[in-house]
């Protein structure tokens, strides 16, 4: 079955950087947008970015809150992808989850469009 696994969630003070990674397994990797989502206590479940990939072109799309401090990434030889977050502020703080669902290009930000899940790692940005 598709599984999914994040790695790297962890306390750090803001204005720092936090890489998490999305260990993926039991489909084709390549076939699939990868979603980050993040929830903070109390609150809906938030697109923070997204990634596609179609023949030899990647497709990227970021929230605007995160847009120019995040950095999505895929490495599909090793079927992983990446949430680079720098210069962290305290609202940053959430779970974060990876997602992944089947499309030559989907860059939705919407949760509800994506079917396979990980269990989520804590970020917490300190002030």
């Known amino acids: 079955e598709v599984q999914l696994v994040e790695y790297g969630g962890g306390l750090v003070q803001a204005g720092g950087s936090l890489r998490l990674s999305c260990a993926a397994s039991?489909?084709?990797?390549?076939?699939?947008?990868i979603g980050w989502f993040r929830q903070a206590p109390g609150k809906e479940r938030e697109g923070v970015s997204c990634?596609?990939?179609?023949?030899?072109?990647?497709?990227?799309a970021y929230a605007d809150s995160v847009k120019g401090r995040f950095t999505i990434s895929r490495d599909n030889a090793k079927n992983t992808a990446y949430l680079e977050m720098n210069s962290l502020k305290p609202e940053d703080t959430a779970v974060y989850y990876c997602a992944a669902e089947s499309g030559a290009i989907l860059l939705s930000l919407n949760p509800g469009e994506f079917r396979s899940w990980g269990q989520g790692t804590q970020v917490t940005v300190s002030s």
């Open positions: 990634i596609a990939s179609s023949d030899d072109s990647t497709y990227y």
């Open positions: 039991g489909f084709t990797f390549d076939d699939y947008a």
